[in-house]
C-alpha cells in the first residue's frame, strides 16, 4: 500500500472509464513546426473537414443514440479534437465511426487517431487471432494509433538482443512489459516513427468490418409505413431523426412514464389518437426490431378509437403507430428529457402549429411524401436454410438454398459466431485445465521472481510435473461411459471403463461411519431411483437429445436395423442411437441453435448468452414468438 498516492499527496483521482456503449475517439496533430496557434487552426480545418465527410456520407442517416462529432479540446498542454459517442444497442454506429475517423485520417497524413471503447483497444479486441504474443491487454493501452488509413502499433522497448526478433519473429517474443503513457506514446510517434509497426493481418483482422462500407450505412436504415396522429406526422416529417429517442422512450419505458398515457381524457395527450393518417417512418434496423418484439397492451385511449379488427386489417401499421405515438408521449412527458436537443425541437415545432406560425400537413400533402416501405425478411429466420448457411450448404432445392435466411449481415455474424467457438473447441494449446491465457502465464513468471531462493526448486517440481504430463493419456469415450455410469445412464458401449459392480465394490470399502449395511443399501437404492427420474425428466424436456434434425438417410438406416434384428435388437438400438450417430450430429445447428435459446431465455435482461454475443459484437433483438422454433423441433 505505500506506493499508493493519498490526497494531499499528488493523488490525481480514480481512473476514468467510459460509460456502457461509448465509443471515445481523440484525433491528434503532430508537427513540431507549428505554433498553438497554427496547430489550433489546423485542427478547426480538420473539423470542417469531418463536418463535410458526415454530411457527404450520411445524409439522412438516423443514429441510434448519439451521432459523431469532434469538439476542440486541450489536454495537458496540448490543443487536440474529441468527441465520445453513445450507440446504444448499434454496434453498428460504433464502427461507422471507426470508418469515418479511418476515412478522415486518409485526406492527411499529419492526423493520428486514438479510438476506444469501454473494453478498452476494442480493434485489438477485434484482431485477437493475429496479435502477436507479447501484445497482452496489460501493455496494450496508448499503443494503437490510426494514421493514413492504416492501423500502427507501438511495440515495447526491449534488448538489444530481442529487437531483431521483433523485426523479423514477433511471434517469438513474448516477454514484453513495458507500459507507456499517452505523452510517452506521442514522443514515440513525434521523435522515433521509424520504431512503428504496420503489421497488415492485425489490419486486415481489425478493419474487417469496415469492408461493407459506405454501402452498409443505408441497409442500416428501415422504412414502415405506419398510422400515427397528424401532429405526429407533422414532427417526424420536419426531422425524422426524432424518432430513435421516441423508439428508445418506449423500449426502456417503466411504469412512471406510462402514467400519461392511462388517462381518460385524450384532450390532455401531447399526441391524442385523432385524425389518423399514414405516413413512411424511417427507422434504424435495430430500432425497428427493438419497436417490433416488444409486446405492448394499448392503452385505453387507443382502444377506444381501433377497435382490435382495424389492428389486423391495418397489417401492423396502426400496431406499430400506436407504439411510436406513445414513444413520442412517454418522451415529452418524462420531466427528464426536457434538456435534451429532441425535445426542444419537438416542443418548438408545436408551438409554432399552435402561433399559427406553421399549419399541420393536408391529406394532399402528405399524399406528395415518400411512402417507402421495405421487406421485413431480414427479422425472420428459417432454421433449415440457417443451418445450411453456417456452413455454406447448399443442398436440396436450389431456389431454397439460394434463398438464404434472414439479411447477409445475420449470415456473416452467425457463421464468423460458429466458427470462432469452434475454433476455441479445437485449440490444441488448451490442456486438461482448460484455455490458457497470458494472463495466467504472466502471474505465474511474477510469482516465480518474488519467490527468490525457492524458484529453483520449483523449476525442478515443475519440470518433473511437465514430464508427467507428458505421459498422461485421455479417453474420451472411457470419461463419457464412467459420467454415464454416474447419472445413471445406460451405457452403449460393451466395454465400460467402470461397471456398476466395480463402484458397488467401492461403496461397500467405504468406511460405516455408524451406519449398518441395510441402510447404506437403502441409500444407494434411493440414489439409483433419483438417478433414473432425473434421467427421465431430462429426456422428457429433450436435454439429452442430441440431434434435434435426424436425417433421412439416418432414419431409414434405424428402421432397417429394426426389421433385420427383431425387436430386441431395436430396442437395445435405441438406447444406442445416441452414440451411434454421434458423427451425424448437426454441430453447427445446436451450437447456434443454444446460443439464440439462451439469449432469448433472458427476457432482455443481462445474461450470459447477451455477454458472448456482445463480445463478439453482435447485436440480436429480443424475441418471444416460439412458433418458429416449435414448427422445426423433430
Excluded at 489546423?42 to 463535410?52: E, F, G, P, Y
Excluded at 497524413?109 to 476494442?122: L, Q, Y
Excluded at 497470458?438 to 510469482?447: G, I, K, P, T, Y
Amino acid at each position: 500500500m505505500d506506493h499508493l498516492k493519498w490526497f494531499g499527496e499528488g493523488f490525481d483521482g480514480f481512473p476514468k472509464t467510459l460509460p456502457e456503449d461509448c465509443v471515445e475517439y481523440t484525433l491528434y496533430v503532430i508537427d513540431s513546426s507549428l505554433s498553438d496557434l497554427n496547430l489550433r487552426n489546423r485542427l478547426r480545418q480538420i473539423q470542417a473537414a469531418a463536418d463535410s465527410l458526415v454530411k457527404h456520407l450520411l445524409r439522412d442517416f438516423i443514429w441510434q443514440r448519439d451521432s459523431f462529432g469532434l469538439e476542440l479540446a486541450r489536454q495537458d498542454g496540448t490543443s487536440l479534437l474529441h468527441g465520445k459517442t453513445n450507440y446504444g444497442d448499434s454496434v453498428e454506429d460504433e464502427w461507422l465511426v471507426v470508418f469515418l475517423l479511418r476515412e478522415l485520417s486518409k485526406q492527411s497524413s499529419d492526423i493520428w487517431i486514438r479510438v476506444v471503447d469501454t473494453d478498452g483497444e476494442f480493434l485489438l479486441i477485434e484482431a485477437a487471432n493475429k496479435l502477436p504474443p507479447w501484445l497482452n491487454p496489460e501493455i496494450a493501452h496508448h499503443r494503437v494509433w490510426i494514421n493514413d488509413g492504416r492501423l500502427f502499433i507501438i511495440p515495447p522497448q526491449l534488448p538489444c538482443q530481442d529487437i531483431g526478433r521483433m523485426l523479423n519473429a514477433p511471434e517469438t517474443v513474448t516477454n514484453a512489459s513495458e507500459i507507456i503513457t499517452l505523452e510517452e506514446a506521442r514522443h514515440i510517434i513525434h521523435k522515433n516513427r521509424a520504431r512503428l509497426q504496420h503489421l497488415p493481418q492485425v489490419e486486415a483482422e481489425a478493419f474487417d468490418r469496415l469492408r461493407k462500407y459506405p454501402e452498409q450505412i443505408a441497409y442500416c436504415m428501415h422504412h414502415a409505413l405506419v398510422l400515427v396522429p397528424r401532429n405526429l406526422a407533422y414532427v417526424i416529417h420536419n426531422n425524422a431523426s426524432h424518432i430513435s429517442p421516441a423508439v428508445e422512450a418506449f423500449y426502456l419505458r417503466d411504469p412512471v412514464s406510462l402514467r400519461p398515457l392511462q388517462m381518460q381524457d385524450i384532450g390532455k395527450l401531447v399526441f391524442p389518437p385523432k385524425d389518423l393518417v399514414t405516413i413512411s417512418v424511417k427507422f434504424t434496423k435495430v430500432g425497428y426490431a427493438q419497436m417490433k418484439s416488444q409486446h405492448f397492451i394499448a392503452p385505453a385511449v387507443w382502444s377506444s378509437v381501433l377497435s382490435p379488427r382495424q389492428f389486423e386489417q391495418s397489417k401492423g401499421e396502426a400496431e406499430i403507430g400506436m407504439k411510436v405515438t406513445c414513444g413520442f408521449e412517454m418522451l415529452l412527458s418524462d420531466s427528464q428529457n426536457q434538456d435534451k436537443r429532441p425535445v426542444r425541437e419537438i416542443l418548438m415545432l408545436l408551438q409554432d402549429i399552435e402561433a399559427g406560425e406553421d399549419h399541420l400537413p393536408s391529406d394532399a400533402e402528405i399524399a406528395q411524401w415518400e411512402h417507402d416501405e421495405d421487406s421485413e425478411e431480414w427479422l425472420d429466420i428459417n432454421f433449415e436454410d440457417f443451418e445450411n448457411e453456417l456452413v455454406g450448404k447448399r443442398t436440396g432445392d436450389t431456389s431454397s438454398a439460394n434463398r438464404g435466411f434472414g439479411d447477409r449481415n445475420a449470415q456473416e455474424n452467425l457463421r464468423k459466431m460458429v466458427a470462432r467457438f469452434e475454433d476455441f473447441l479445437e485449440n490444441d494449446a488448451a490442456g486438461a485445465d482448460g484455455a490458457e491465457f497470458r494472463d495466467d502465464m504472466d502471474s505465474d513468471d511474477e510469482e516465480d521472481e518474488n519467490t527468490g531462493g525457492e524458484s529453483s526448486v520449483g523449476s525442478e517440481s515443475a519440470s518433473e510435473g511437465e514430464d508427467d504430463a507428458t505421459d498422461i493419456e485421455f479417453d474420451e469415450n472411457r470419461f463419457a461411459d464412467l459420467m454415464r455410469e454416474m447419472m445413471g445412464i445406460p451405457s452403449g458401449r460393451k466395454e465400460n471403463f467402470v461397471d456398476e459392480q466395480t463402484i458397488e465394490s467401492h461403496l461397500k470399502d467405504m468406511p460405516e461411519f455408524g451406519e449398518d449395511d441395510s441402510t447404506r443399501d437403502e441409500e444407494q437404492n434411493d440414489i439409483h431411483q433419483i438417478m433414473q427420474t432425473m434421467e427421465a425428466e431430462l429426456r422428457g424436456a429433450g436435454a439429452l437429445q442430441l440431434d434435434p434434425l435426424p436425417t433421412t438417410a439416418t432414419k431409414q438406416r434405424r428402421t432397417t436395423k429394426a426389421k433385420s434384428n427383431g425387436p430386441d435388437r431395436s430396442n437395445a438400438d435405441s438406447s444406442e442411437e445416441g452414440t451411434e450417430d454421434g458423427g451425424e450430429v448437426h454441430i453447427d445447428f445446436n451450437l447456434a441453435k443454444n446460443m439464440l435459446e439462451s439469449f432469448k431465455s433472458q427476457g432482455g435482461m443481462p445474461g450470459p448468452g447477451g455477454n458472448l454475443i456482445g463480445l463478439m459484437g453482435m447485436h440480436l433483438p429480443r424475441d418471444e414468438d416460439e412458433t418458429l422454433l416449435d414448427a422445426h423441433e423433430p
